[in-house]
């Protein structure tokens, strides 16, 4: 029998309850909500999700807790592999970005695409972000089964979406020590500011500094990114990497997709400002549907 599953990761920012309540009001046939729940800030979100399924009751779905370590790469891949295997072709995906890890969306991106469904991703912006966002970041790591190709006479070129978290950008650049830095800055009012990620970026390497819409349709995105790229894969060790809006981060996966030798990669922060953001915009609400059950990986919507 087909069902609607949703997977969200559970966060205290207010978008995170908010924007279920408005994606189980939009859907009501969902069956299952999967919580994918961050230990290291169940300090400040415990509280958070035992109001957020008091104030569900009045949906009939059941209620799937399962705690995750983000920053521990194996255990993480592995226990979203062992949530995830059940899910069979003729389920819908709705995955819930809003509050998610870029390398969770990841993960579950890969297993989703093992299972050949089609995944409705949504992502809720908030009205507006903090003073400050993050900070304590780890070192970059590629992601398991998406680390491209590398040969040792190459130097990196690095493919950065860049965002609202600037020292986040810098410190991507530092440790990867690229000889080519692709910048995209997100357009867009909300997140208008590539002259500013372009000037704050301290690096010796060549510089090709674009703007693209991150909440563009996914697939445009994508080719987008592989005209950015075409010249430089035969070229260079070409990585992935965002720190811009959550729908960059599907976009890159299907750049991986398209073009296995360029490697996915990600930074964990272990230090989140607790007033990360403020609000909801329903009106800027992204979505876009993958279709992974489709040899091409196209979306729609």
């Known amino acids: 029998m087909s069902k609607i599953i949703l997977i969200t990761s559970v966060g205290w920012e207010p978008r995170f309850k908010l924007g279920l ?52 790469h194996v255990s993480s891949w592995r226990t979203i592999q062992n949530t995830l295997s059940a899910i069979q072709p003729k389920n819908k995906i709705i995955l819930d970005m809003t509050t ?56 990196t070129c690095l493919l950065l979406f860049t965002g609202f978290d600037i020292e986040r950008t810098n410190q991507i650049v530092e440790a990867f020590e690229p000889a080519k830095v692709i910048l995209i800055a997100p357009s867009g009012d909300q997140l208008n500011n590539t002259e500013r990620c372009v000037s704050s970026v ?41 720190m811009g809006p959550r729908s960059s981060a599907v976009a890159l996966y299907l750049l991986n997709k398209s073009m296995p030798e360029v490697g996915l990669s990600y930074a964990s922060s272990h230090l989140y400002n607790e007033d990360y953001s403020t609000g909801i915009d329903y009106n800027a609400k992204f979505e876009s549907t993958v279709n992974f059950s489709d040899d091409d990986g196209l979306t729609a919507g």
């Open 202 to 242: 301290v690096s010796r390497a060549e510089m090709l500094s674009t703007s693209l819409d991150a909440y563009s349709e996914i697939t445009e995105l994508r080719d987008n990114l592989v005209k950015l790229i075409a010249n430089d894969t035969h070229k260079y060790n070409v990585i992935a990497t965002t």
């Open 21 to 72: 309540q408005n994606t189980l009001e939009s859907n009501p046939d969902i069956s299952e909500i999967i919580y994918l729940h961050p230990t290291a800030f169940r300090f400040r979100t415990d509280s958070i999700l035992a109001e957020t399924k008091l104030g569900l009751k009045k949906f009939s779905c059941t209620h799937t807790l399962i705690g995750i370590d983000p920053g521990n």
């Open 100 to 155: 998610m890890p870029r390398q969770i969306i990841w993960a579950c991106l890969h297993f989703l695409e093992h299972a050949k469904v089609n995944v409705q991703c949504i992502y809720y912006r908030p009205k507006t972000y903090g003073k400050w966002l993050s900070g304590d970041n780890g070192k970059p790591k590629l992601l398991f089964r998406h680390s491209g190709i590398a040969y040792p006479d190459r130097q």
